[in-house]
């Protein structure tokens, strides 16, 4: 659900690069690119197993021509990887930088949970890795928006806010984060997506749209 949501919240216009860091199996990354057919993507990942599949299922997809997934680390230099800085950049970072926050994930499963790095890495990683102008949309906990505010706002700015509530007593577990570097807008937070009614048994319908990516999460 978590990338699915990313990949509803990024937009980019025709002709744009656009580059998803720890892009995994290229779940949010094929979204993207199925609901924008004119723009060209690269996914970047450091797990070769997670990568292999994700080269794979771009080709599974016929995407090749303009998506790309490379191997990468966001806690090298974003120049190390020899591309010009994107239109847009978007992220899924793992939840968690401490091991002892939580229960140990399987090993399989550490990078995807445990942030080694810290947020901090990813959102320095991003920064270097858009343009002046660029957009930078993350999805992450709730708890941590100060986090994502703190570490973002020397060199971004223009932050639009989403809330994602499961329930809308419930209090929010996500948070969709959108910045602009070297934006200057005021803050916005729009109103709250919330996922389900109470004792309803699916998604509202709408949110089970976006998630199937039939269409997207406009930042207005």
Aim: hydrophobic share 50%.
């Amino acid at each position: 659900m978590d990338a699915a949501l990313l990949a509803a919240a990024v937009e980019m216009a025709s002709d744009e690069r656009g580059l998803e860091a720890g892009c995994g199996v290229g779940g949010a990354l094929l979204q993207v690119a199925a609901r924008c057919p004119k723009v060209r993507l690269v996914g970047i990942e450091r797990d070769p197993a997670a990568l292999d599949l994700a080269i794979g299922n771009i080709a599974l997809n016929g995407l090749e021509d303009r998506v790309t997934a490379m191997e990468g680390d966001v806690a090298e230099r974003f120049s190390n990887l020899g591309l010009a800085p994107f239109d847009t950049v978007f992220a899924n970072p793992p939840f968690f930088d401490d091991p002892a926050s939580l229960r140990a994930p399987a090993p399989s499963r550490r990078g995807a949970w445990i942030a080694d790095d810290g947020l901090g890495a990813w959102c320095a990683f991003l920064l270097k890795a858009v343009r002046e102008g660029g957009r930078i949309t993350l999805v992450h906990r709730a708890d941590r928006l100060a986090d994502l505010l703190t570490e973002l706002a020397p060199k971004a700015g223009s932050f639009r806010i989403r809330a994602i509530h499961p329930f809308a007593d419930a209090p929010a577990k996500r948070v969709l984060v959108r910045a602009v570097k070297t934006g200057k807008a005021p803050l916005v937070l729009l109103p709250p997506l919330i996922l389900r009614a109470r004792g309803a048994d699916q998604d509202r319908p709408e949110i089970a749209a976006l998630l199937r990516g039939e269409t997207a999460l406009g930042w207005d």
